[in-house]
Structures are given as structure tokens and as C-alpha cells.
């Protein structure tokens, strides 16, 4: 029988009719095709999945696949409160505002090491554009540069749009704060480097806010965070931070393409790459040296500056976000919910909360000490219409139940943004782990715990 086969299977391709080179160039078109189409489907299934990522990062919530699961190590990143009450917010939807205040299409993720981009643009004129630039500092013009200035300009543009309409609402407040302190203007790119512009924007690595601020490097450059307030989401005071930042970092490299390199991986790693360099003190001779993602962070910071300066070039133009054009502040001296102002004044709760992204559960704890609220200034007369007493009375029962106020208050508003939790009959980590919406591997890395065991009356560290 398998001798009949193998002696049949010649004859039957002997009656197949001739694959003609028509045929074949429309079978290799075809498959050409099907293999573009199943490469664009796998990046959209890939950006939904990023999507579903970050609405679920927003909205603070883990699934119980995540509660069960030990090698989830991704902690909750919204700045928004652990049990979402009718009381402490307006909805789910309200949150995803707040996290994705201007959306875009997630951008396409590349390997900058492996992939480079071709361009109509020749080589030649994307270095007298570079010239033209005019930067305080000198941008050079190579493979790994001209890789992220296409990257920013022409694979990315479709989020780009929405980059542009922000800045013109923060670019005012960077100038500002670099001004303050006589630095480079050009270093307000650093920011859409690191957040996109997104005020509300936390890495998973834990970095905060528009200039991407760790828990520990913020606190040093003296931004508060407790369980009420976290500056690192206050547009101004983190911009002031950063220029300060950046301005010890130059002091003490000398060279500011290894200060912006520092600002992603810290002096430490660049002083590191310049010892392993024999001592030289140039970006392009640490480059090497450098950690992995930090070598692409300047290349990165060119291309931003470059897709900004010739957007109109790429038919890219600013997108209407809707950040007021002009803000008012106002002063806060007892607690205030955001809800309590927008019924009483009528500012509506997502202006409130873009504008002031830095207060926890929508609450301004100004019993605690004068704080500050910014409202659009087209609201000023209503707010200063406002009776103070009626403001402050308006449903303070429901918007601020001791209850709440005390929750917040046992997050430990002393400690710099630590909650310590002491440990109880009956609790285990992945109990733990979903009340403080994280996960137990992070528990686990955050208290130097071996094992799952837990003892009564152990101090468990959770940080916000």
C-alpha cells in the first residue's frame, strides 16, 4: 500500500495543471497580504491590550486572575482612592477622564536597537533642519538620532496632535520654571519624553506626574506626598522641581546631554558609563556604557524637539484639548470636596480635577493647612460670588463623613505617602494586596518577605 501511494502521489502532480508565474506572483501578493493583515490585527490586539491595561490602572481595580496571581508585580498607578464610594467619586468613567484627560492612539512599540526607519526626507535636509534648530546645546546628526526624529515625526504622529494642543497650555509654566533658575529652555521637551504631557501619567516603576518623578527623588527636591497630597502631580511645583533637578544634575556632570541622560537613570549610572568611558565626559563616548533604556533617552529628547519644531512640515497640527486658556487660584483653609465646588460654584468636576490632579479622593484638606485650588478663569466671578460658609456646609455630611476623613487620615498623611499596616488574625497577603489595590510579589519586595507567612501584629509597608 505505501509503495502505491508513493508511486501515485508523482502521477497526481503530473495531472495538477502548471502553476503559471501570473499565478504565482498573485499567490505570492496574497500571501504578501494575509501576512500585513495578520501583522495589523496582532498591534491592534496589542494596543486594546495596553488600553485595557491602563483603564484598569486607572480605574484602580484588579481582577481576581491579578488578586490570585503572585507574579503580577504591576502596583495600582491611579492617584485615585481604594474603595470608590458613590461619596468619594462620580464613576468609573469620571476616573478614566482623569488618566487619559486628552486621548490618543497608543503609540507603536519598536525596538530602537534593532529597527531603522527610512524617510523621504533625505539625510541631508533633516540635518539643515537640525541646524536650524539653533539649540543652547549641540544636537549631532547620526543613525541613532535620525532613528527617533522619524520615530517622533512620522511613525508616531498620530498622538502627536494631542501632544501639541497640551503644550501650549504647559510650555508657559516649563519656560517658567527653567527660566527661574537660567537653564535651557529646550529642556520642556524632557517632559513630553517622559509623560506625553499627561499630567495624571505613573510609570510602573512607580515614577509620578508630568515630569515622571520617583517617590524618593521627589521628596528630596521637596515635594510633599501623604495620604491627602502628591506634588509630583502638581504641574507647577514638579516643573519647579525638575528645574532644580536638572540644574544640580549639570552642575555636577558639566555636560547637559549627560545631565538629560541622568534625569532618566540618576548621576550615579552616568558617573559609572564615564568611568568605564577612561573618564570622557561626552554623551556619544558613554553611549556604550550607558544602561540599555537610557541610551535612547537624548536621541529621544532630539526627535521630540525636532517632530515639534516641524510639525507643519508633517502635516501634524495641534489638537483642541480643551485646557483653559487662563487659570485663576484660590486660597482653601478648611476641608473641601471637588463636588462641594462644583455644585455650589458650578465648575465642572473634570476641569477641577485636571487642574488639580495633586489632591487624593477629590478632597483639598485644607483643615490640615492652607491649600490652593485652581478653576478656570472664566469661574472667578462665581467663585468669589460664592458665600464661604455655604461652600464649606454644602452636603459636608455626605462629601465628608468622619468615616472618610478618618480612612484617609490612617493612611498615615505623616509618613510621606507609607501606609503601615499591622498585621491581624485571619489576614494573608493576597488579602492585603487587594484591599491596597496591589499585588502580593510587590508586597513582598517592598517588605524583604520570603514567604506568604505572616505573624500577628507584623508591620506590613504598602506605599502609595
Known amino acids: 500500500m505505501k509503495r502505491f501511494a508513493l508511486i501515485l502521489a508523482p502521477l497526481l502532480l503530473l495531472l495538477l495543471p502548471p502553476v503559471t508565474a501570473e499565478a504565482q506572483l498573485l499567490r505570492n501578493a496574497e500571501m504578501k497580504r494575509l501576512d500585513a493583515e495578520n501583522a495589523r490585527l496582532r498591534r491592534q490586539k496589542d494596543s486594546l491590550d495596553r488600553i485595557i491595561d491602563s483603564l484598569r490602572a486607572a480605574n484602580g481595580l484588579l481582577s481576581m486572575k491579578d488578586a490570585l496571581e503572585e507574579g503580577n508585580d504591576e502596583p495600582s498607578t491611579a492617584p485615585r482612592p481604594m474603595d470608590f464610594t458613590p461619596e468619594q467619586t462620580d464613576s468609573l468613567l469620571a476616573l478614566w477622564y482623569r488618566a487619559h484627560f486628552s486621548p490618543s492612539a497608543t503609540p507603536e512599540s519598536y525596538d530602537m536597537d534593532a529597527v531603522r526607519f527610512t524617510s523621504e526626507v533625505s539625510n541631508e535636509e533633516m540635518m539643515r533642519r537640525l541646524s536650524a534648530l539653533n539649540p543652547y546645546f549641540s544636537l549631532p546628526f547620526n543613525d541613532i538620532v535620525k532613528n527617533y526624529m522619524i520615530l517622533y ?70 515635594l510633599e506626598i501623604n495620604s491627602y497630597i502628591d506634588e509630583r502631580f502638581d504641574v507647577e511645583k514638579a516643573s519647579d522641581a525638575a528645574a532644580r533637578y536638572l540644574r544640580d544634575l549639570y552642575a555636577m556632570l558639566g555636560d547637559w546631554p549627560l545631565a538629560v541622560s541622568a534625569y532618566n537613570c540618576g548621576a550615579g549610572n552616568v558617573n559609572k558609563a564615564i568611568r568605564k568611558a577612561g573618564g570622557k565626559r561626552d554623551f556619544w563616548s558613554v553611549y556604550e556604557y550607558l544602561p540599555r533604556e537610557t541610551r535612547g533617552y537624548m536621541p529621544a529628547f532630539v526627535g521630540v524637539m525636532y517632530a515639534f519644531e516641524y510639525s507643519r512640515e508633517y502635516g501634524i497640527f495641534p489638537a483642541k484639548v480643551g485646557a483653559p486658556a487662563q487659570t485663576d487660584t484660590f486660597e482653601v483653609r478648611r476641608n473641601l470636596h471637588f463636588k462641594q465646588i462644583s455644585e455650589v460654584v458650578g465648575v465642572p468636576l473634570d476641569d477641577l480635577r485636571f487642574l488639580n490632579p495633586k489632591y487624593y479622593n477629590d478632597i483639598i484638606p485644607g483643615s490640615a493647612g492652607v491649600c490652593t485650588v485652581t478653576v478656570p478663569y472664566s469661574w472667578s466671578p462665581a467663585w468669589l460670588a460664592a458665600d464661604p460658609d455655604s461652600l464649606y456646609r454644602h452636603k459636608a455630611s455626605e462629601y465628608l463623613p468622619d468615616r472618610i476623613l478618618k480612612d484617609i487620615a490612617s493612611g498615615a498623611a505623616s509618613s510621606g505617602g507609607r501606609v503601615e499596616y499591622k498585621v491581624k488574625s485571619g489576614d494573608t497577603l493576597s488579602g492585603i494586596a487587594s484591599r491596597y489595590h496591589t499585588s502580593v510579589k510587590q508586597l513582598k519586595q517592598w517588605n524583604h518577605l520570603r514567604s506568604d507567612a505572616l505573624r500577628i501584629g507584623q508591620i506590613i509597608y504598602i506605599y502609595r
Do not use: H
Open 153 to 222: 515625526s512620522e511613525k508616531r504622529a498620530a498622538y502627536m496632535p494631542d501632544v501639541l494642543g497640551l503644550a501650549k497650555y504647559y510650555f508657559p509654566i516649563f519656560e517658567e520654571a527653567l527660566r527661574r533658575y537660567s537653564l535651557p529652555l529646550e529642556l520642556k521637551y524632557l517632559a513630553v519624553v517622559e509623560s506625553k504631557l499627561k499630567n495624571t501619567a505613573t510609570s510602573r516603576a512607580g515614577a509620578c506626574g508630568i515630569w515622571q518623578f520617583m517617590y524618593r527623588t521627589a521628596r528630596s527636591c521637596g
